[in-house]
């Protein structure tokens, strides 16, 4: 394609639509007119808002004929874009140089005007980071009032800038900065228009100085950068132009000045086309980077992205982090279990210790080289990966101790040295202590960093859990066993008692069997008795670590059972059977004994039939004791205790225990008896026909 070059006039680099100019190679040929400059040529850009002179400046400084927006064409619209133009003149104070040595190559940012800025914020700020990323000089175009302004001198775009370039280019000045004995840089060139002259040019650079320092402070840095100061990719210069209009001597005199210091490269001290601002790159070489570098900032969409570098840092570090699990971790259940089974604490902790070792060791030989904010995210990833799997293992191990330790607690609570303190004393002091071996054994693991806070709370909270679980089986089963025990006494102490009481008994037999049953719980109860804070009330505590309320009821259960094993000795033994034979026994000790229990010798009739009166009302006296059970003051004897007073699994009797007093039914009653009669009208019987032997005989 062949571009009609003008001289000096500029080529449109990238267009409205963003686009990268196809036609670059096209122009360098013919403004060079096929000179081979290789790398002997500079590259300027300029920033800054629109309309603030910018064209105007370059094209007096370097014969430039970029479009400007002068008295003639106000109405006419620049094209949008960045230009390019070519230039060898420089507008110095011994004329205009032609040096043919110093081609220089001129970018020309043309925006829209303030109205439309928001707009077309992300053209400027593309602009501006490619300007940066190929240019060796910038011009940093800003009005005398602008300054100290932070709105009006760009310097939140600039901020944006410096971010975006230090995190796509940061790297590549790195490598500069490793490969080349000098560090790469570029100058920042303040230009300061209309400079009146009241506020001197040392102030001013000193404003802006300390603006620049604050914006670099407050960048958010890539890992490698994070250290760097603005002077480690910038030099900063400052110059002041006069009024264009009101002075326009001066300005041309000052524009001359600033032509010198661009061409004048004997003056080493104000040049400002210094060595390490050039990319050393032939101008094709430089014409591929500037493409690329659009393409990259084009494409890096809300200039945001993570960078290539990080980019392949994550997926670096992410493959290394597996590829050391997989190898540290390989056969590790294998290499745990016995370990595990064994109790074998310290073998256990050693390996973990050499597995995460290795792991975090190979991790950083592999990937310590990349982006480091990447590598220390994978390495703490790496970490909690090792650590989870270590946590299955560690409560394997703990499960297997604490099985242990509350087995220890079964063994106090059953050993016989143990029995002068209480079942709840030694589950308290055992339970303290098996805990304390529970945390110096998670110490253990933690002193190794082989467990983190979170699992530790879990893992103890477990194990809170599982105590209390045990020590509320092992409390119930003590219940259990004081119950058993107390029904086992009672039932002993009881049946014969009561039954000798029962076998003959006297009319008070329901007070002495009350007082003897009272007497007998008392005793077996006595050991878990303590009194109350008032004296009167006294309470029971069964020593398994009840409150006073769990402990009242034990006690209302005991009461209930020994009240039940009382109603079943005293009904299973007063059926009509046994009341008959106790009726008949007591009238058979009476009618046929006499005090001294000699068998009497009937004389006649008569003192039988006194006899058997006698004995039989003696008998029948009786009679009403067993069938209902009432105290000497006449009343029913009632249980103190109710089944709904108690929780229990089986109710004991097949008497119920309201019913207690209630023994012979009225027609139990009849039947006995009538049994009694026929039985005692027998012994009569039996009593005449020895009186009729012995008179016969
Ligand atoms: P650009 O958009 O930054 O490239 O600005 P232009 O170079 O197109 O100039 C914009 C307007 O500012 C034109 O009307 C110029 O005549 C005027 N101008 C250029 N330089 C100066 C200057 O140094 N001082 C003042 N006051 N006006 C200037
Ligand atoms: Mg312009």
């Known amino acids: 394609m062949s571009v009609d070059v003008v001289e000096n006039t500029a080529v449109q680099l990238i267009n409205e639509d963003k686009e990268f100019s196809q036609e670059l190679p096209a122009y360098f040929q013919q403004c060079l007119k096929g000179r081979d400059i290789d790398q002997n040529y500079h590259v300027i850009s300029v920033f800054g808002s629109q309309s603030s002179g910018k064209s105007t400046l370059l094209n007096l400084l370097f014969n430039t004929k970029f479009d400007t927006m002068d008295a003639h064409n106000k109405r006419q619209q620049t094209t949008k874009g960045i230009w390019l133009s070519h230039t060898t003149e420089v507008n110095t104070n011994k004329g205009t140089t032609t040096d043919p040595g110093s081609d220089i190559f001129i970018l020309d940012v043309e925006g829209s005007d303030g109205a439309e800025r928001g707009e077309d914020q992300d053209f400027e700020r593309k602009a501006a ?233 190979m991790y950083d030989d592999l990937a310590s080289r990349y982006a480091k904010q990447v590598y220390l995210e994978n390495r703490y990833k790496l970490i909690s990966k090792i650590n989870e799997k270590f946590y299955n293992t560690i409560e394997l191990f703990i499960k297997g101790i604490s099985t242990e330790l509350i087995d220890s607690l079964k063994k106090s609570l059953a050993n016989k040295d143990n029995e002068k303190l209480s079942f709840n004393e030694i589950l308290l002091q055992v339970s303290e202590d098996i805990t304390k071996s529970f945390n110096d054994l998670i110490k253990n693991f933690q002193n190794e960093d082989l467990i ?80 109350a804070n008032d004296e009167t009330e006294m309470l029971y505590d069964f020593q398994v670590g009840f409150s006073a309320e769990l402990n009242e009821t034990i006690y209302k259960r005991l009461r209930y059972i020994a009240w039940t094993i009382l109603n079943t000795t005293v009904h299973d033994y007063l059926n009509e059977e046994t009341v008959t034979s106790i009726l008949r026994d007591r009238f058979e000790n009476s009618f046929r004994y006499d005090e001294h229990d000699t068998p009497i010798l009937w004389k006649d009739e008569t003192q039988i039939d006194n006899a058997f009166k006698i004995a039989k009302e003696n008998a029948l006296e009786i009679f009403d004791v067993l069938c209902i059970a009432k105290r000497g003051d006449n009343t029913e004897i009632i249980p103190d205790i109710r089944i ?52 016969t005989h």
Not at 165 to 188: A, C, D, P, R, V
């Open 129 to 361: 980071l490619f300007a940066i990323a190929v240019s060796e000089v910038m011009i940093i175009n800003l009005w005398e009032q602008q300054i100290g302004l932070y709105q009006g001198n760009n310097m939140g775009l600039l901020k944006t800038v410096f971010e975006v370039n230090l995190s796509l280019f940061g790297k590549n000045s790195k490598q500069l900065e490793e490969s080349q004995s000098q560090k790469h840089k570029m100058l920042l060139l303040f230009v300061i228009r209309d400079h009146v002259g009241v506020t001197p040019l040392e102030s001013l650079s000193e404003t802006l100085t300390t603006e620049l320092e604050n914006v670099w402070k407050d960048l958010s840095k890539p890992a490698n950068c994070e250290n760097s100061t603005i002077y480690d990719f910038f030099d900063l210069k400052f110059v002041g132009l006069s009024h264009k209009i009101l002075r326009a001597d001066k300005f041309l005199e000052d524009v001359k000045n600033l032509g010198d210091d661009f061409s004048n490269s004997e003056n080493f001290e104000k040049y400002l086309f210094k060595p390490q601002y050039h990319h050393m790159l032939p101008l094709d070489g430089w014409t591929m980077y500037s493409a690329n570098c659009w393409d990259q900032i084009e494409h890096n969409k809300d200039l945001d992205l993570p960078t290539q570098q990080i980019l392949v840092a994550r997926f670096k570090t992410d493959e290394i982090m597996n590829e050391t699990l997989d190898k540290y971790f390989e056969n590790y259940d294998s290499k745990v279990k016995p370990l595990i089974l064994e109790n074998d604490k310290e073998s256990l902790i050693k390996l973990l210790v050499s597995i995460k070792d290795n792991c975090t060791d």
């Open 452 to 531: 983190n806070n979170d699992s530790i709370k879990e893992l103890t909270s477990k194990f809170n859990k599982f105590l209390t679980k045990k020590q509320n089986e092992l409390r119930d089963v003590q219940v259990k066993t004081i119950i058993s025990k107390f029904k086992k006494n009672m039932n002993f102490s009881m049946k014969d008692n009561i039954i000798s009481y029962l076998s003959s008994p006297t009319d008070d037999v329901w007070d002495k069997i009350l007082k003897f049953f009272n007497e007998t719980m008392d005793e077996l109860l006595s050991q878990y008795k303590i009194s």
């Open 644 to 695: 709904e007073d108690v929780e229990v699994e089986d109710d004991q009797g097949i008497y119920h225990l309201e019913r207690f007093a209630h023994i012979i039914n009225e027609i139990q009653k009849e039947k006995v008896l009538r049994q009694f009669r026929r039985q005692i009208n027998l012994s009569a019987l039996d009593a005449k026909r020895s009186m009729i032997s012995t008179t």
